[in-house]
């Protein structure tokens, strides 16, 4: 019996590999093999909203340019709405869209609805059709009354909701959307969210990277954790959450903290792992534990000398599963992708 | 893809491409500012040496204005590749579902048909600054040379906008192919008199028989017939050429990761 439509994944890539030769030095040149995706596999279902979630430089942009057909995988095979990424790439085409996050990506020097236009034109939207959907997806990013202004002008939030009325033009079934919200403001992140969930309302399938575990843990049905080119976990925000669950979070502001002092906690039997995020004047020491917050008196007697501010424990975020994950599948891999064979 | 849709984009890629190039300052001086200057200086050369008759400056008028054409070709298809790249809008024009090659057949002829102003703006400055006479000795072929011209650079302009897609500083090829154009192509010294070995290279090139079609019907001895042919018939083969190529390009552009800049 053949597949009826609603069983075709949306999106599906069996074991992607995607390596990228470049070179170091200047005049003794030596070829270089980098691995930016190292045999990924996922399915994404008609309707689902599915996110990326990795460090920079962990292989999403790569992803997702082989899945709209910008790169060829070097290995492995990836389909979008049943069709094939290498040999059937128009067929891809018109029935994707895709929104890359920054500021690059459109015509400065005419005005927002100019760009509309001529996107249309080349995604074949009829001439009869163009008016009208333009005017609405204006009115869905929210740009409506500002379209005759040159893009040059626009904010980086308005710039990024013409990025995504530009991916929409030509009504895509399946959505790229590629660090939408890098560079904005909490409200236009939030408004942008917002936009996000309402195409999946209508419909749309929608892969969106990101590094944010807030954005995913709002916006995503299922996350996949890709971290130096392999996918680390996939699963539904709570999925990834209770890989931890057990554990307790102890968050220590500490002031000038020793590199010495956090390789203490390190390589403490009752420690899983030790985070450390700078702050202006002060270090956030975030430890996983199994133990509980019984643990906390001993963590300070570790930190010795150093001096301590708020201490709170608390139970795991996203974030922390995040960090966990990306730590856990850690250095030895990301060093390994980097330089895979220097020939 | 219908003819008519097909058309349709090739003419609004064309239009687009006008508007972009115009909101360009560079790209003003370039075809507005620069054939004045060739023309100004052509003509005291040409004066200096005793060349004051009015063919002789006409000559010299079409030549500064083909030179200016010839800039805007490179700066309107190659340039515009490479800037395209730089602002990230080559991979969303590469991965339209449309045709490729019809949109670059759209960027170059906006570019080629803007830059025919500059044969335009030289022949008005000569007239009022150094009195040349405007003469046609063949009126009926001279629009029928400049629409050859126009066919042979655009094609010419795709097939160099073919290598722009492929390489990140191909830029710098483009401007290696500005001077050495303009001396081999007879748009300053009749191809007659360069050396011999030379001369086949100026042959395959557009601008040799598009300057030789437009100053033949203006002040030419025979009809450019043969020019206004050799023409349509090199921008037929730069046109195969460049199709070829993009497949290709754009192949080993998926390969090697050359569309962007990240």
């Known amino acids: 019996m053949a597949a009826s439509p609603s069983d075709v994944p949306a999106i599906e890539a069996i074991d992607l590999v995607r390596t990228y030769r470049t070179h170091t030095g200047v005049l003794r040149r030596r070829p270089m093999t980098v691995e930016a995706v190292r045999g990924i596999s996922f399915e994404v279902r008609p309707g689902e909203l599915f996110g990326l979630l990795g460090p920079n430089g962990a292989g999403k942009t790569t992803t997702i340019k082989m899945l709209i057909t910008l790169l060829l995988p070097t290995s492995g095979t990836a389909r979008v709405m049943g069709f094939d990424v290498v040999t059937e790439t128009n067929a891809v085409r018109q029935r994707i869209g895709y929104v890359f996050g920054g500021d690059r990506g459109l015509y400065d020097r005419v005005s927002g609805i100019d760009n509309l236009r001529y996107f249309a034109e080349l995604y074949g939207v009829e001439p009869s059709e163009q008016k009208r959907r333009i005017a609405s997806l204006l009115e869905l990013v929210g740009l409506t009354g500002r379209e005759n202004e040159k893009v040059e002008g626009y904010s980086r939030g308005m710039r990024q909701r013409l990025h995504i009325a530009r991916g929409l033009l030509h009504d895509p079934e399946v959505i790229f959307m590629d660090e939408p919200s890098i560079g904005l403001d909490p409200v236009g992140a939030r408004e942008l969210r917002q936009t996000v969930r309402s195409m999946v309302d209508a419909g749309k399938t929608v892969l969106l990277t990101t590094h944010y575990m807030f954005e995913a843990d709002a916006l995503c049905d299922r996350i996949a954790v890709i971290n130096a080119g392999r996918i680390v976990a996939l699963g539904t925000g709570s999925d990834l959450k209770d ?46 534990s199994h133990r509980g917050a019984h643990i906390t008196q001993r963590l300070l007697s570790l930190l010795g000398d150093t001096r301590v501010g708020k201490v709170v424990a608390r139970e795991p975020t996203l974030e922390d599963a995040y960090v966990h994950l990306i730590a856990t599948t850690g250095d030895d891999e990301a060093r390994s992708a980097r330089a895979a064979s220097v020939q | 893809m219908s003819a008519g849709r097909s058309t349709r984009l090739i003419w609004f890629v064309t239009w687009f491409n006008v508007r972009m190039l115009l909101a360009s300052e560079f790209f003003i001086l370039l075809t507005f500012i620069s054939p004045l200057i060739f023309a100004t200086l052509g003509f005291f050369l040409f004066r200096s040496g005793g060349g004051t008759a009015g063919q002789t400056l006409l000559y010299v008028a079409l030549g500064a204005g083909m030179m200016g054409v010839w800039s805007t070709t490179l700066f309107g298809c190659g340039g515009a590749i490479a800037w395209q790249r730089w602002e990230g809008t080559l991979e969303l024009l590469v991965n339209a579902p449309s045709r490729y090659d019809f949109i670059l057949v759209g960027q170059t002829f906006g570019a080629v048909v803007f830059g025919f102003y500059g044969i335009v703006a030289t022949l008005a400055w000569g007239v009022l600054l150094f009195g040349m006479p405007i003469q046609a000795t063949y009126p009926l072929l001279l629009p029928l040379s400049l629409l050859a011209a126009v066919v042979s650079l655009g094609s010419l302009g795709m097939l160099i906008a073919t290598t722009f897609v492929l390489y990140r500083h191909a830029n710098a090829l483009g401007n290696l192919l500005e001077y050495p154009i303009w001396l081999i192509t007879g748009l300053l010294v009749p191809v007659a008199t360069l050396p011999i070995w030379i001369q086949p290279v100026s042959w395959l090139l557009a601008p040799t028989w598009g300057m030789e079609a437009i100053r033949g019907a203006a002040i030419g001895a025979d009809p450019p017939i043969l020019a206004i042919v050799m023409c349509f018939a090199l921008a037929v083969a730069y046109y195969v050429a460049a199709r070829i190529a993009l497949v290709y390009v754009l192949a080993k552009a998926r390969r090697d990761a050359t569309l962007s800049l990240q």
């Open chain 1, 243 to 288: 890989a931890i669950a057990d554990r307790t979070i102890v968050e220590i502001e500490t002031f000038g903290v020793a590199d010495e002092a956090v390789e203490r906690l390190r390589a403490d039997d009752e420690v899983n792992a030790v985070n450390m995020e700078e702050r202006d004047q002060s270090q956030i020491l975030l430890v996983q």
